[in-house]
């Protein structure tokens, strides 16, 4: 039976100059207990759709035609108070940014019990009960109820909003992005829980991502939207292994496998289609490589083909789509060169490199003379970057990826440990003319838009660097337009007098790439340049900095949680963890064969496109020490299912136990260190009647 059912909605949103036809007749069906997709890259119209099943567009939106039913009745004809019973109630909201969507001056044990009060004549007492209860089922501590949002991190302000939305039982969840910026072992544990809870309460689900992986894993059904239009719908399983339509094909064609170190991600070329007027044509007939003339006259129907529904008139040959679509060249994409990089002389090199951050003291610990603590934020770091080398750098959210990169670059100063750049020490440089060596060494930071002065049209953006250099007249007009065209901003009239604004989100992260390679760098610092963009935009980074690496024989050291795109971009990988490189070695050794169970564990946490793979989820227990007072031995041996009494008593060297180059900090490395795991964790589960990751409950806390 169909809980809910979306026929033919078209829904615009009003501005001061247009109409912007945001969802142009999108129809789905969801099933009691199923769990359903909707992907798309951003401004598909996703996020619009859940809004107005949810009686929560804006202002300015409005519903034109169509219709939205839940168990028979008709939403859209709700008054406000009637949309107020449903909400929370019937239907559940999980938005994306849990700080945000969290009020930060109450409780968050208040915030959920308002939700019950709301809806139901409950005591107090019960309210409490029922909060703590809901904490216990999405594995976090019962007694933190009364603690604030910033006294959580962000992979458990996650699990409150989750806590919020299940706390009524409703029939139906709405998760918008719920996993989007989170890393990879705090993504899994989200979607594992959704899943286990989904099971307990018998609700279903609308989930909304661009992530195809999380999709294939999670997800009954799949609709894939373009332009506020279904391109294509069916059983995930057939949608996914198989696609119809071009446009998914090209979808699946830029998610990273992690596996394949010499397959190439191919991005969609082009941009989103004008949607202030409704679409004429095939909405995607603007990017797509197959499209013909006919596709120009009308967008096509939904139709049958094979197991599914594909809007394209192209259906009658889709075996042959298939083959041609895997072809950079055939989305007029030139072939990146993905062989082993010859690395050149070594241009960065840290030895022993610490950051420690000082902690503020109350006055009487300040009189009874007690020492300072500091969060060890980077604390004895060894890497080193070559000419025509990309190196990665993996981890946990707070285990120091960034604040090492911003060190390196000095952009912070470090408290311990030599940096050297060129066989010279920073310090050095940066004492005499520090121009130079700011000329030399860029950084990407990873939100353009915070990054880029809203104010500064592209050319000031990307000429700025320039000026500060000294460089004069023509030969600055001449340098960003050739850097523009580097980032594939072309034609480049199209972007150079563009405010950031009038950008998407890709085009305004090449405009920071830009901006960062107009200097003709030795060193090229990126912190998770792509970890917000769509899967699409994020191969086209990942191309164009592997493109850049070889050409300009640049040094890059690529900071990340995502280990599918590390593997396909990087030659070496460092693996950090609580300010630590724990393992490091070249890419394809450490992705075919961790030896720190840590690293394993990152692993086994990626998702996979293909819905066939069953992929066994290693759910790490806890979240990571504080950062002040780190455990004695081992840092990882609290959540290490290896771990012996040697491992919590004295710290490993990072040793060679597989060849020269692959190192890892563990008393223990087997061959197959991730089945160990695998079969570690399932003994636990067995053992203890639940997934390890409840072993222990989670009490870690981001703040130090």
Request: with cysteine.
């Amino acid at each position: 039976m169909s809980l809910l059912e979306v026929e033919d909605l078209k829904i615009t949103y009003s501005t001061s100059e247009v109409d912007v036809h945001a969802v142009n007749g999108v129809s789905f069906e969801i099933d009691d207990g199923s769990n359903y997709g909707l992907v798309g890259e951003s401004g598909c119209g996703k996020s619009t759709v859940a809004h107005s099943v949810l009686g929560l567009l804006d202002d300015n939106g409005n519903v034109e035609a169509g219709s939205i039913k839940f168990d028979g009745r008709e939403l859209l004809d709700c008054s406000e108070q009637e949309w107020q019973e449903i909400r929370w109630e019937e239907i559940a909201y999980i938005p994306q940014s849990a700080m945000d969507s969290l009020d930060p001056v109450m409780s968050v044990g208040a915030q959920i019990r308002q939700a019950m009060h709301k809806h139901r004549d409950v005591t107090k007492a019960e309210a409490n009960e029922r909060v703590e209860e809901v904490f216990d089922i999405v594995g976090l501590d019962p007694s933190r109820t009364e603690e604030y949002p910033h006294q959580f991190s962000g992979g458990m302000r996650q699990r409150v909003t989750i806590a919020m939305a299940l706390v009524l039982d409703p029939d139906l969840i709405i998760a918008d992005e719920p996993t989007t910026g989170l890393d990879v072992i705090v993504q899994d544990k989200i979607v594992h829980k959704l899943l286990e809870i989904q099971e307990e309460i018998d609700s279903s689900m609308l989930l909304i991502t661009h992530d195809m992986g999380v999709i294939a894993e999670t997800c009954d059904d799949v609709s894939v939207l373009y332009g506020g239009k279904v391109m294509e719908q069916g059983s995930t399983d057939d949608v996914l292994k198989n696609p119809t339509n071009p446009y998914t094909m090209g979808l699946k064609n830029s998610f990273p496998d992690i596996e394949e170190f010499d397959s190439q991600a191919v991005s969609i070329p082009g941009s989103l289609p004008d949607l202030t007027r409704e679409p004429t044509s095939c909405v995607f007939s603007n990017r797509c490589p197959f499209a013909t003339e006919e596709c120009e006259r009308e967008h096509p129907a939904l139709r049958e083909v094979e197991n599914q529904q594909s809007a394209c008139y192209h259906v009658d040959r889709v075996e042959e789509l298939r083959e041609e679509a895997v072809d950079p060249e055939t989305w007029g994409l030139d072939p990146v060169d993905q062989g082993g990089r010859e690395a050149g002389d070594v241009i960065l090199e840290t030895e022993g490199l610490t950051k420690w951050f000082e902690q503020g003291q109350s006055i009487v610990d300040q009189l009874m003379g007690r020492e300072k603590d500091y969060v060890k934020a980077v604390n004895g770091v060894d890497l080193t970057v070559r000419e025509n080398e990309i190196v990665g750098v993996a981890g946990e959210s707070g285990c120091g990826k960034s604040t090492l990169g911003e060190v390196i670059a000095a952009l912070q100063t470090h408290t311990d440990g030599e940096i050297r750049f060129r066989g010279t020490p920073v310090e050095e440089l940066l004492s005499g003319d520090s121009k130079e060596f700011r000329s030399k060494v860029q950084f990407i930071f990873q939100d353009p838009f915070d990054s880029l002065n809203p104010r500064q049209k592209v050319r000031a953006a990307v000429s700025e660097p320039l000026k500060i250099q000294g460089v004069e007249g023509d030969e600055i007009t001449e340098r960003v337009r050739q850097t523009l065209a580097d980032v594939g901003l072309s034609p480049v009239d199209k972007y150079i007098d563009s405010f950031p604004h009038q950008l998407s989100g890709g085009e305004r992260q090449r405009v920071a790439i830009a901006r960062a390679l107009v200097l003709d760098p030795e060193l090229l610092i990126c912190d998770e340049p792509a970890s917000m963009l769509d899967v699409s935009l994020k191969a086209s980074i990942l191309n164009i900095l592997r493109e850049m690496a070889t050409e300009r024989d640049m040094g890059i050291v690529y900071i990340s949680h995502d280990l599918a795109s590390l593997s396909q971009i990087t030659d070496r990988l460092a693996v950090m963890y609580l300010g630590q490189v724990i393992e490091v070695g070249k890419t394809r050794e450490i992705v075919t064969g961790p030896r720190h169970p840590y690293t394993a564990s990152l692993l086994a946490a990626s998702p996979n496109v293909d819905p066939a793979v069953d992929r066994t989820r290693v759910l790490l227990p806890g979240e990571p020490p504080n950062p002040v007072n780190l455990p004695e031995g081992c840092n990882f041996a609290p959540r290490c299912p290896k771990a012996t009494e040697e491992c919590r008593e004295s710290e490993p060297e990072r040793a060679a136990w597989v060849d020269e180059g692959h190192e890892a900090a563990c008393y223990f490395p087997v061959d197959d260190v991730q089945a160990e795991l695998l079969d570690r964790y399932e003994g636990a589960t067995d053992a203890a009647g639940t997934t390890g990751e409840e072993l222990p409950q989670e009490q870690g806390s981001s703040a130090p």
